[in-house]
């Protein structure tokens, strides 16, 4: 029987600015385990309610831009909210929140992450002035 691993952190990434960050090499840093594993996958869930996760192209940064302000055009911050206790940008950012979704599994090939050419781990930021984020991440697989 070959032996399973099972891994669980907590990360604290930076505060960021609105938009769509690259974030797959602080995810890889983080999980340092993920080299012994042969097979296996990786969850990544953020917990907000206000910043979401997806999995996107990593070459080109117009494609982030492109896309944060394709969510601003969709979910438009002067639509008539209820919910306006943190400003004009909180409703909208669970929305946006609610649309991309708090979390990604990846797969887990040969000690890396088995993603395409292109793409990359986002964190997409909803708020103007957010805080630190934090994103638990949950390693298993075969350790061989």
């Not at 070959?2 to 990360?11: D, F, K």
């Not at 088995?114 to 930021?125: K, S």
């Amino acid at each position: 029987m070959q032996p399973m691993l099972w891994v669980q952190r907590t990360v604290r990434l930076a505060p960021r600015r609105r938009g769509l960050h690259l974030i797959t090499d602080e995810v890889i840093d983080a999980v340092p385990e993920l080299a012994s594993v042969t097979v296996g996958l990786l969850h990544v869930f953020c917990r907000h309610t206000s910043a979401a996760l997806t999995l996107n192209e990593n070459a080109s940064p117009d494609v982030r831009v492109d896309l944060g302000r394709w969510l601003d055009r969709a979910v438009p911050e002067d639509a008539p909210w209820t919910h306006v206790y943190e400003g004009p940008d909180d409703m909208p950012a669970h929305v946006k929140t609610a649309l991309l979704g708090p979390d990604l599994t990846i797969p887990v090939t040969d000690g890396g992450l088995a993603l395409g050419t292109w793409q990359g781990i986002m964190l997409a930021e909803h708020r103007d002035r957010a805080g630190a984020r934090s994103l638990v991440l949950t390693l298993s697989g075969r350790d061989d």
